[in-house]
């Protein structure tokens, strides 16, 4: 085993595959990729819907197929694979050096340290569980997240349950609404406790209108009956406030539960390497080339923000990756001020949360970011410092559960390098 790696990715999702490639392309020549699975692919091993590369590829493929193309290239370019490995900690290497340590332990190499000149942290997320949205009631079997229940079906060929609620309108649980419904099963309703839908248009139209299945806006699980199993949900309308409708209450039968109440980025492993993390999202603070606030740490996909499409999940490991061999080959260049992202009307946060005006060189910046409220008209984006409009663009319409972008281009970057901050702003056209 290798000890000492330009780069390491820890994560083999969609981020980290394209981190581990674009790596090796800008010329690192030891890159090290770390999966806690027997598998390379992540989640999209388990997503066998359609739906994934049309942005990449052109092409509409299912994830195991996408995840396929991204593995074929990482093996191809000799990137070395540490599978069914746990990484513990990672903290700087105190040789004085500039290295990083990276702890693992594996049932088959035992337990490890290993060395890095540029780390990527691709960990991906995780969903919310019952206990974190403390729904009340007793604790029978058939209450599960829809990852778990699609892992279930697509992979290991269980079925949950037969009479289904699913609380939460994320495009997970949207889309095993129709899988199940598939499978034979009934799928009761698609209960969401806000006033919109939190997951794709695409999703709602495909996986529940198509296949006629309820979704009731500003309503949630009151209560939870049953004792060994599920035996029904006690649903309830919801006012302005989230609190309970007296007399709307409704007892839904049903013998399963999934719960879709949002993704958190899976960031352990970020804090114990030291970077400052966005309360708004849960992710790493991250500039333009995917660096966080610790020099030489590197994160990209849904370990920064949980996206809509695994094609920008791509798109982030690729700069990440590219970024990181730059870092360890010594090429990297940055300013001591980085003007900052900051969200402006009807913004929840925009990532990346800085621009170093020194890496301004060539191509274009992606700024992404989520409205705080739906705008079913003709929108306005913006980027302003102070008075100065810095770029604006177009777009028929902005909804929570869909990312929003603008892009920054070259002609835009005079402006960038002598803003103080770039204000970002969604309104009615």
Known sequence: MKRDYDVIVIGSGPGGLAAAGAAKKAGADNVLLLERDRELGGILLQCIHNGFGLETFGEDLPGPSYAQRFINEAVGLGVDTLLDTMVLDVEPDHSGNGMRSVFVTSARDGYNELHTRALVLAMGCRERTRAQIRIPGTRPAGVYTAGTAQRWVNVEGYMPGKQVVILGSGDIGMIMARRLTFEGARVERVLEVMPYLTGLSRNYVQCLLDFDIPLQLRHTVKRIIGRERVEAVEAVA???????????????????????????????????????????????????????????????????????????????????????????????????TAIP??????????????????????????????????????????????ETLVARQGARYARPGEMVNITLRQRDYDKVRGARELRVSVTPR
């Not at 402006?344 to 301004?360: C, K, M």
């Not at 274009?364 to 102070?386: F, K, N, Y």
């Open 238 to 336: 919801v006012d302005e406030r989230w609190q309970p409708i007296p007399g709307t209450e409704e007892i839904i039968p049903c013998d399963t539960l999934l719960l879709s109440v949002g993704l958190i980025p899976e960031n352990e492993l970020s804090q114990k390497a030291g970077v400052r993390l966005d309360p708004v999202t849960g992710g790493p603070v991250v500039d333009q080339g995917y660096q966080t606030s610790v020099p030489g740490v590197f994160a990209a996909g849904n370990v920064v923000h949980v996206y809509d499409l695994v094609d920008w999940v791509t798109e982030a490991g690729y700069l990440a990756g590219a970024s990181a061999a730059h870092y360890a080959l010594g090429r990297a260049t940055s300013c001591d």
């Open 341 to 386: 992202t900051v969200a402006g009307d009807n913004i929840r946060y925009v990532v990346p949360h800085t621009v170093d005006p020194a890496a301004l060189t060539e191509g274009d910046v992606r700024l992404q970011m989520r409205v705080t409220r739906p705008l079913e008209q003709a929108v306005r984006i913006e980027v302003l410092d102070g």
